[in-house]
T-cell receptor, first 114, second 113 residues
Framework: NAGVIQTPRHKVTGKGQEATLWCEPI?????VFWYRQTIVQGLEFLTY????????DSGMPKERFSAQMPNQSHSTLKIQSTQPQDSAVYLC????????????FGPGTRLLVL | QQKVQQSPESLTVSEGAMASLNCTFS??????FRWYRQHSGKGLEVLVS????GEKEEGSFTAHLNRASLHVFLHIREPQPSDSALYLC?????????????FGQGTILKVYL
């Protein structure tokens, strides 16, 4: 079991460019979560999918951020027109159906917006 | 709304000395608490989960939950330099969309020889 896979591990973009982050959940897990981690804010919930359907996006910034889960084997987080304040580590986690309290985390993607 | 705070922000201990980390939460209706560890550049690794008042031991890690005082502690017995990491407390809350984890800001632990 490879665990949750996130790619790329590091990404540097220029201000105004688009960034797409990928997450491959653990096989058999039906729930996928996205978090953002910064020194100032800590770990913040962004959004959550269950059986590929968006369930809760209450943590997603209303502009420029979007997430999708086109199939059960991957999810993407897209940030349009990136800004320096988007610089953070973006973590993806997955869990078994009905066990959203037991989440397994990927290594994260460190995004730096210059 | 559940708020989770951790103290201290950072802690330095010598190898073999007990390390104690504190996590305070605001809503005692939660019944599901976890401690995670995050080494630099890595993902979160669950250390111990606790669901009822009292203690739960997993290897060198012991969680102690006291819901009445709104505290959950993590004690690390005989820490090693490899235990140097960020330690995160997470409280599970129920929402209309299912369980959600609320995290504290973390405690940075440094263990020296």
């Amino acid at each position: 079991n490879a665990g949750v896979i996130q790619t790329p591990r590091h990404k540097v973009t220029g201000k105004g460019q688009e960034a797409t982050l990928w997450c491959e959940p653990i096989s058999g897990h039906s729930a996928v979560f996205w978090y953002r981690q910064t020194i100032v804010q800590g770990l913040e919930f962004l959004t959550y999918f269950r059986n590929q359907a968006p369930i809760d996006d209450s943590g997603m910034p209303k502009e420029r951020f979007s997430a999708q889960m086109p199939n059960q084997s991957h999810s993407t987080l897209k940030i349009q027109s990136t800004q320096p304040q988007d610089s953070a580590v973006y973590l993806c986690a997955s869990s078994l159906r009905g066990r959203q309290d037991t989440q397994y985390f990927g290594p994260g993607t460190r995004l730096l917006v210059l | 709304q559940q708020k989770v705070q951790q103290s201290p922000e950072s802690l330095t201990v010598s190898e073999g000395a007990m390390a104690s980390l504190n996590c305070t939460f605001s809503d005692r209706s939660s019944d599901n608490f976890r401690w995670y560890r995050q080494h630099s550049g890595k993902g979160l690794e669950v250390l111990v989960s606790i669901f009822s008042d009292g203690e739960k031991e997993e290897g060198s890690f012991t969680a102690h939950l006291n819901r009445a005082s709104l505290h959950v502690f993590l004690h690390i017995r005989e820490p090693q330099p490899s235990d140097s990491a960020l330690y995160l407390c997470a409280v599970s809350i129920g929402t209309s969309s299912g369980q959600k984890l609320v995290f504290g800001q973390g405690t940075i632990l440094k263990v020296y020889l």
